[in-house]
């Protein structure tokens, strides 16, 4: 079978890249405007040590792009589709972004961003779209994390919030949904269900009931960064 796309990708974070990907997605999707244009995948998670060279071009070049198009109104806001924390601290470091979409880095697995990053974006007016709230399906019954097969450590951390949700009759994957909202630099968490039936199941998942003695207990048991914020409960 003959792959349907034979086409080799380039990946262009520059001036011109940014501005003939944006005019040919207005044609595509038939708009004269859009609220947010991301620049996505970059950073060493994706493209390794040739990240240097693209985080260079977004720097010199992409960024003043991404810039006039919101000054122009053209785009509401700009910002970065990606899976790690430094990528975004150090865009920080270059512009003024408004959102960053962070990709399974700000989950009931894990809070790294507590740290360093969600405090920088605090200062910066940079808020958070939380996206894969289930890391790669890891929290909802598979062993996959980061788009690959778990880690021990991983599927461990897993294992034993499972088995506080199992104790309050919680769902995890309505825990994995609610969390992110509860901090209030997060604008909206994306779970990214494919069809009809996933989209019915996430609604569920939002609007179930989860008393607040399952997540102190999350809290007692060290599964969760001790400055995360955590729903209200019922």
């Given at each position: 079978m003959n792959d349907p796309l034979p086409f080799h990708v380039v990946y262009d974070y520059g001036y011109d890249g940014i501005m003939r990907a944006f005019e040919d997605n207005?044609?595509?999707?038939?708009?004269?405007r859009i609220d947010i244009l991301l620049a996505h995948d970059i950073g060493v998670f994706t493209h390794g040590e040739d990240n240097a060279r693209h985080f260079a071009d977004l720097a010199e070049g992409g960024y003043?792009?991404?810039d006039e198009l919101r000054r122009s109104g053209q785009v509401k806001a700009i910002g970065l589709g990606v899976n790690e924390n430094q990528v975004c601290m150090d865009a920080l470091g270059?512009?003024?972004?408004?959102?960053?979409?962070?990709?399974?880095?700000?989950t009931l697995l894990e809070q790294s961003p507590l740290d360093t990053l969600f405090p920088a974006c605090r200062s910066a007016g940079t808020t958070i779209i939380c996206g894969g709230p289930f890391n790669s399906g890891i929290l909802v019954g598979r062993e996959t994390w980061n788009y690959a097969q778990a880690p021990v450590e991983i599927v461990e951390k897993a294992r034993a919030?499972?088995?506080?949700?199992?104790a309050f009759a919680v769902p995890l994957a309505a825990a994995a949904l609610q969390f992110p909202l509860?901090?209030?630099?997060?604008t909206s968490v994306i779970p990214g269900p494919r069809d009809k039936g996933?989209?019915?199941?996430?609604?569920?998942?939002?609007?179930t009931p989860i008393p607040r003695d399952f997540w102190v207990t999350l809290m007692s048991k060290r599964l969760?960064?001790?400055?995360?914020p955590v729903p209200a409960g019922n």
């Open positions: 207005l044609q595509r999707l038939g708009l004269d003043r792009a991404m270059i512009g003024d972004w408004d959102v960053f979409l962070l990709a399974g880095r700000y919030l499972a088995d506080v949700a199992d509860a901090n209030d630099l997060v996933e989209l019915q199941q996430n609604l569920e998942w939002f609007m969760l960064h001790e400055g995360a």
